[in-house]
Nanobody, 116 residues
Framework: QVQLVESGGGLVQAGGSLRLSCTAS????????MAWWRQAPGKQRELVAT???????NYADSVKGRFTISRDNAKNTVYLQMNSLKPEDTTIYYC??????????WGQGTQVTVSS
């Protein structure tokens, strides 16, 4: 059984930084694209950042210049470095990964709270 486990969420003041991690464990043939999403209560899930297997990142306009997605293939881990955090970044963050041969898998989510 393959699962994604996130960590690194928490409470931080506006302007601060957090780094989220998401590690895939289990019998994995290959990890293709990986991504971070976020969803506030009552709102649609928002794609924050993606990273292809070739290492090409893409970001939502709302986080460009502040967030950086990266991966460590040896550790089956994707990271989201979040700098210059704003109160509007407060929500639950989810990682997602396209893992062969299973398809798209999701983590359980980690709460990020930014105080003003």
């Amino acid at each position: 059984q393959v699962q994604l486990v996130e960590s690194g969420g928490g409470l931080v003041q506006a302007g601060g930084s957090l780094r989220l991690s998401c590690t895939a464990s289990g019998s994995i043939f290959a990890i293709n694209a990986m991504a971070w999403w976020r969803q506030a209560p009552g709102k649609q899930r928002e794609l924050v950042a993606t990273l292809t297997s070739g290492g090409t990142p893409n970001y939502a306009d709302s986080v460009k210049g502040r967030f950086t997605i990266s991966r460590d293939n040896a550790k089956n881990t994707v990271y989201l470095q979040m700098n210059s955090l704003k109160p509007e970044d407060t929500t639950i963050y989810y990682c997602a990964a396209d893992i062969s041969p299973y398809g798209l898998l999701w983590g359980q989510g980690t709460q990020v709270t930014v105080s003003s």
